[in-house]
Structure formats: structure tokens, C-alpha cells
T-cell receptor, first 117, second 116 residues
């Protein structure tokens, strides 16, 4: 188990371009989360999957953002028509969805840093 | 709505001295509370959690936190600070009665600097 993997680690793009980030969670974790973190702030919740079902979305997730987890394993977060305000660190996390000791503890990846010029 | 406040942007402490990083929370029901630590260029790492039971929770690397329901606080503590403890610390809360929401709300973070 290599933890939560995110790619790419860094992405620089021009305003108006589309970008996609990938997250590979811990294999036995059925819950997957996306958060966004800007400088000087804590992570802000974007969306949550249980298996392949997207069960919760934040108001922060505008219609330019879309997330998928097609087979209940890896997930992608796509941002269309990027804006400078989208510049942030995008964090993926996963967790077990049971009542065991691992419940509710999120394991985070190292993040994907987006810079929009 | 749930929220977390970390009133100190930065805490400085001498190596070997005790440290405290403060956190207060607000939820409509009972909380799940967490502390995470973030080192440069690395993801957030789980330190400890309070779900129920004993108010004093022990976690990784010698850290502990005390849940105080009346003061709605969950301060992080360590008896003797190490230089390697220098990092960014985040408190997080989730309302246990959150009607199926698994959203964690984080504070803004507190930068801990341990001075040799």
C-alpha cells in the first residue's frame, strides 16, 4: 500500500484552458474526497464519493468543476475554462466507510498544485 | 453549520518546553474532532481524533488533545517539544448528526515553530 497518490503534482496552465487531476486512493478505501487549499487557509471540502456514487458536493464546486469515480477506484477532478482564482492546491483523501477503528480518518495525498496564469 | 477556529496563526516554543495549539469548534450536535499536521511539500497527516469516551486523547508522536465540551475546545498539547515538531497544524470537526454529510471542516491552521 503506497498511500494516496495524486497526479500531476504541479500544473501550470493559461486562463481558459481545461485541466484534469487524478487521484488513486488506498485500495481498500471506499470513500474518496476532494478538498481545495489556498495559501494561509485550511482545506475546503469540494466533493465526496462512496464507491462510484458522488454523494455530496460543496457550493464551491461550480459548474466548471466536475469529478468522477467511474469504477469506484481512482477519481478525476476536471476544471474547465480555468480562472486565476482556481489557483490552489487540490487535495484528495480516502477513508474506510465502516464502523471500525479506521472510520472517519482521512488519509490525504500530497496534492496537485494548480497555477493559472 | 459547523466551524473551527484556531486563534493563533503562529506559536513559538523553545525545544523541551510544553506546547499548546488552540482549537475551538462549533457544531449543532456532537462533534467528531481531529488534528492533522502538514509538513512542507507533503500531505496532511493524521495525528489524533476524538469520537467519544475519554476526554483526553493520545495520538502520534507524543501528542495529546483534551476535549472540553463546555468550552467547545480541543486543544493540542505535547509535554516536551522537539524541533522536528515544527509544522502547520490543522484542527477539523465533523458534526456526528450531520445527516449523512461526511464533510470535514478545517481551521485555518497554526504554524508551530520549535526553537532549538
Amino acid at each position: 500500500d503506497t498511500g494516496v497518490s495524486q497526479n500531476p503534482r504541479h500544473k501550470i496552465t493559461k486562463r481558459g484552458q481545461n485541466v484534469t487531476f487524478r487521484c488513486d486512493p488506498i485500495s481498500e478505501h471506499n470513500r474518496l474526497y476532494w478538498y481545495r487549499q489556498t495559501l494561509g487557509q485550511g482545506p475546503e471540502f469540494l466533493t465526496y464519493f462512496q464507491n462510484e456514487a458522488q454523494l455530496e458536493k460543496s457550493r464551491l464546486l461550480s459548474d466548471r468543476f466536475s469529478a468522477e469515480r467511474p469504477k469506484g477506484s481512482f477519481s478525476t477532478l476536471e476544471i474547465q475554462r480555468t480562472e486565476q482564482g482556481d489557483s490552489a492546491m487540490y487535495l484528495c483523501a480516502s477513508s474506510l466507510g465502516t464502523g471500525g477503528s479506521g472510520a472517519n480518518v482521512l488519509t490525504f495525498g500530497a496534492g496537485s498544485r494548480l497555477t493559472v496564469l | 453549520a459547523q466551524s473551527v477556529a484556531q486563534p493563533e496563526d503562529q506559536v513559538n516554543v523553545a525545544e523541551g518546553n510544553p506546547l499548546t495549539v488552540k482549537c475551538t469548534y462549533s457544531v449543532s450536535g456532537n462533534p467528531y474532532l481531529f488534528w492533522y499536521v502538514q509538513y512542507p511539500n507533503r500531505g496532511l497527516q493524521f495525528l489524533l481524533k476524538y469520537i467519544t469516551g475519554d476526554n483526553l486523547v493520545k495520538g502520534s508522536y507524543g501528542f495529546e488533545a483534551e476535549f472540553n465540551k463546555s468550552q467547545t475546545s480541543f486543544h493540542l498539547k505535547k509535554p516536551s517539544a522537539l524541533v522536528s515538531d515544527s509544522a502547520l497544524y490543522f484542527c477539523a470537526v465533523r458534526d456526528r448528526s450531520g445527516a449523512g454529510s461526511y464533510q470535514l471542516t478545517f481551521g485555518k491552521g497554526t504554524k508551530l515553530s520549535v526553537i532549538p
